[in-house]
C-alpha cells in the first residue's frame, strides 16, 4: 500500500497489515457471541450521525422500500459479492534517538481503510497504564500523538474485526516504541572545592543517573578545552586533572554525560591547579659574604599564577651584639618582560657594620612555599687586638700567652693573626722564662681585608729583690742610741714592711731611703721585706746592739783593749770576717762549722793577751799604800 502524502515528511513508514480480497467472509469465521459486544466504544462514534452521512446515502433515503426489501430475500451467495475488508493503517516516525530509542514522542496515525469491519487497538506505556480504541468508519484516523507515551517501552496491538466481532485472520500487529525523553542527572565534586588551588593534580567525581526507565548511562566524557581526559561507561567515575593553570586563570573542564538514546547533559566548570613552586631569590650578595663596602641587596619572587604572599626580612646584630628585626614592605609589582608571570620586587642597600641575615618566603595559592637565606657582613673596621696592651711596661716572672683566639682578636668577621716575641714566631700557650727585656708584636687580618696590629715590651725577672742596710752592721754594738738606713739596691722595688725587734714600723720613703732611730740599750733585730715590680720577694734580717754610755776611761782604754785582743790590724780584720760571717748566718748563708772554729780561736787569743794587759794596767797604777 502506498502512503499518502500526508505522511510525506516522516522518516520512516511502520507496519501495514494487508489482507487478500475474499480471504475475510462473515461466515467462514465463528466467534463467541460476547464478542459483538463493544467493550469500548470509539470516541468518533458519539458524533453526530448527519454529521458523517454519505451523500450517496441521502439517495438512499429516497428509494422504494419495497426494493430494499428485495435485496433483503436475495440469494445468500450473493454475499461471497460483498467488498471484502481493507487492512488498516499505520504510519510512524522512525526513532529520533540512538539504539532504536525515542526521545521525542512518536508521530503517526493508525487509519482504518475498509467500508466493512472495525480497526482496534490497545495501547499500554512505561507505567502499565492502558488505553484502547476503535476505527470503523471507512478512512478514520487516530493519531499516535493522543496515546499517553512515557518513557521505557510503551507497547501498540493493532487488529481488525468484523461485523460480527470476529478477529479477522492475520490482522493483528505489534510495535513496541522505547522512549526516554529525559537527559541524565549529573551530579559532580571537585576535591576541596571547586575555588581551591590543587597543588599536583585535581580529582572530579563525577555521578549520573537515568531514571528507573531511563535507558541508563552510556558514557561519561570528561574534557579539558578540546582535549578529552578520560571516558567511562560507569554511572559514576573518578576523573584526574593533571593540566596547569596559567596567568591565575582555572582550567576550563566539560562533562558530557550520554544515555542510550543520546540524551546528553554537558556540565562545566573550571579547577585551578598550580604544581610549581614560586621563585625567590636574593640578588646582590652571595652566602656567607664579607665585604667593607655597602652593599645592594634585591628580593625578586616570580610566579606563573597567583600569589599568597611575599615577605621579606632582615635581621642585624651590631659589633656590641645588639640585634633588630627589619621587614620589607615596599615591593614593585608587575609582569616579567621574558616569562610573562606575576614578579615582585623590592631593593634595600646596607651600610652599617654588622652581621646581616636575609631571609625571604614566597607562596602561592596552592601552598607551594620558596625560602631563601643569605648571611653578608659588613665590616668596615679593622679587628680589635686585645691583652697586648695590657703587657706593656710590666714585669713579669715568665711570659705565656694563655688567651685563646676569639679573647685575642675581636672582629665581626673570620681573620687569622700571628705573634712574634723577639722577631721570632711565638706560638700561644708556651712558657718563656729568659730574663730580660723583651718585645710582642701580634698582627691581625680579617677576612673583609682590615688590619691592625699590637705591640707590647715588658721584662721578665725572677731575681729576688736585694735589700742593703746602712749605717748598722750585724753583730754590732753601738753606744747611746744609732740611726740607721734601708733601701733596695733597685728602686724601683718596693719595701713592704720593716719590723724591729717585731713590731712594724711607720717609717716613709725618702730620697729612696728608709730611717730608722734606736736609742733603748738592748739587742735589735731588724726585718725587712721587698717585692720587685715582677712579684719576686726577699726577706733580709740583721741584728745589732746598742750599749749604754761609756766612761771616760773605757774610752782610752778601749783602743788598747782592741789591740791587745785583736793584735795587729790582721787581728782586725779577723773581727771583721767573723761578724760578716754571723751576718750571713742571719741570712742562712754562713756555714755553722767554720765559725765556731774561728770563735774558739779567737776566744784564746783574747784570754791571753788579756792577762798580760792586767799585769801592765797593774803596774802603771799608784801604790795604794802610798795614799
Not at 596567568?247 to 598550580?274: H, L, M, Q, R, S
Not at 616569562?339 to 596552592?366: C, F, H, P, V, W
Not at 718596693?494 to 711607720?506: D, F, L, R, S
Request: charge should be negative; include cysteine; proline fraction near 3%.
Amino acid at each position: 500500500m502506498i502512503i499518502g502524502s500526508q505522511f510525506a515528511d516522516m522518516s520512516a513508514v511502520g507496519s501495514i497489515v494487508q489482507a487478500e480480497a475474499g480471504d475475510h467472509r462473515e461466515a467462514e469465521k465463528e466467534t463467541d457471541p460476547e464478542e459483538d459486544k463493544d467493550e469500548n466504544k470509539n470516541p468518533e462514534e458519539d458524533k453526530d450521525p448527519e454529521e458523517d452521512k454519505n451523500p450517496e446515502e441521502d439517495k438512499d433515503e429516497n428509494k422504494d422500500p419495497d426494493k430494499d426489501s428485495e435485496k433483503e430475500d436475495k440469494d445468500p451467495e450473493e454475499d461471497s459479492e460483498k467488498e471484502a475488508i481493507k487492512p488498516y493503517q499505520i504510519v510512524y516516525n522512525e526513532p529520533d534517538g540512538e539504539n532504536g530509542y525515542y526521545i521525542h514522542r512518536p508521530d503517526g496515525r493508525i487509519t482504518h481503510m475498509s467500508k466493512r469491519g472495525t480497526t482496534r487497538y490497545l495501547f499500554k506505556n512505561g507505567n502499565n497504564e492502558q488505553q484502547e480504541g476503535i476505527l470503523d468508519r471507512q478512512n478514520e484516523s487516530f493519531l499516535l500523538k493522543q496515546l499517553n507515551f512515557t518513557d521505557g517501552g510503551n507497547e501498540l496491538r493493532i487488529w481488525m474485526e468484523d461485523e460480527k466481532g470476529h478477529r479477522v485472520e492475520n490482522s493483528e500487529s505489534q510495535k513496541e516504541f522505547w522512549l526516554d525523553s529525559s537527559k541524565p542527572v549529573v551530579h559532580y565534586e571537585i576535591t576541596g572545592g571547586s575555588e581551591i588551588w590543587h597543588k599536583d593534580i585535581a580529582e572530579v567525581r563525577v555521578e549520573s543517573s537515568d531514571g528507573l526507565n531511563g535507558s541508563q548511562i552510556a558514557e561519561i566524557i570528561c574534557k579539558t578545552g578540546e582535549k578529552v581526559i578520560g571516558k567511562s561507561n560507569k554511572e559514576t567515575e573518578i576523573f584526574r586533572m593533571e593540566e596547569e593553570s596559567k596567568n591565575g586563570e582555572g582550567i576550563p573542564v566539560t562533562f558530557i554525560v550520554k544515555d542510550v538514546a543520546g540524551n546528553k547533559t554537558i556540565v562545566t566548570d573550571k579547577v585551578y591547579i598550580d604544581r610549581n613552586v614560586p621563585e625567590a631569590v636574593i640578588q646582590g650578595v652571595q652566602d656567607y659574604m664579607i665585604t667593607s663596602k655597602p652593599v645592594k641587596v634585591n628580593y625578586l619572587a616570580e610566579e606563573e599564577n597567583i600569589f599568597q604572599v611575599v615577605q621579606a626580612h632582615i635581621s642585624k646584630e651590631d659589633i656590641t651584639g645588639r640585634k633588630e628585626e627589619t621587614e620589607i614592605t615596599e615591593w614593585r609589582i608587575g609582569k616579567s618582560d621574558e616569562s610573562g608571570k606575576m614578579r615582585k620586587e623590592s631593593s634595600q642597600t646596607l651600610t652599617e657594620d654588622g652581621i646581616y641575615k636575609l631571609r625571604m618566603n614566597a607562596a602561592d595559592m596552592a601552598g607551594h612555599e620558596n625560602q631563601v637565606e643569605r648571611q653578608v657582613i659588613i665590616d668596615k673596621e679593622n679587628p680589635v687586638i686585645v691583652h697586648v696592651d695590657e703587657l706593656d711596661g710590666k714585669y713579669l716572672k715568665y711570659f705565656r700567652w694563655d688567651y685563646s683566639a676569639g679573647e685575642s682578636v675581636k672582629d665581626f668577621t673570620s681573620y687569622t693573626y700571628t705573634m712574634k716575641l723577639d722577631d721570632t714566631v711565638y706560638r700561644p700557650g708556651e712558657k718563656i722564662e729568659k730574663e730580660g727585656m723583651h718585645t710582642l708584636v701580634v698582627e691581625a687580618v680579617d677576612s673583609a681585608g682590615n688590619k691592625s696590629d699590637a705591640k707590647a715590651r715588658f721584662t721578665i725577672d725572677h731575681t729576688p729583690p736585694v735589700i742593703r742596710f746602712e749605717n748598722i752592721r750585724e753583730g754590732e754594738s753601738y753606744e747611746k742610741e744609732r740611726k740607721f738606713y734601708i733601701r733596695t739596691e733597685n728602686p724601683e722595688d718596693q719595701i713592704e714592711y720593716i719590723k724591729i725587734n717585731g713590731a712594724k714600723q711607720k717609717s716613709e720613703k725618702q730620697k729612696g731611703l728608709y730611717e730608722c732611730k734606736v736609742d733603748e740599750a738592748k739587742a735589735y733585730e731588724v726585718e725587712v721585706k721587698a717585692k720587685d715590680l715582677a712579684g719576686n720577694e726577699q726577706i733580709s734580717r740583721i741584728g745589732f746592739q746598742i750599749e749604754q754610755e761609756k766612761t771616760l776611761l773605757q774610752k782610752i782604754t778601749e783602743p788598747v783593749k782592741k789591740y791587745i785582743f785583736y793584735g795587729n790590724e790582721k787581728a782586725v780584720k779577723k773581727e771583721e770576717q767573723l761578724k760578716e760571717e754571723q751576718m750571713n748566718k742571719r741570712n742562712g748563708k754562713s756555714i755553722l762549722c767554720s765559725g765556731i772554729m774561728l770563735t774558739g780561736m779567737l776566744t784564746g787569743i783574747g784570754f791571753w793577751k788579756r792577762e798580760r794587759l792586767g799585769n801592765i794596767l797593774k803596774k802603771m797604777q799608784p801604790d795604794n799604800k802610798n795614799k
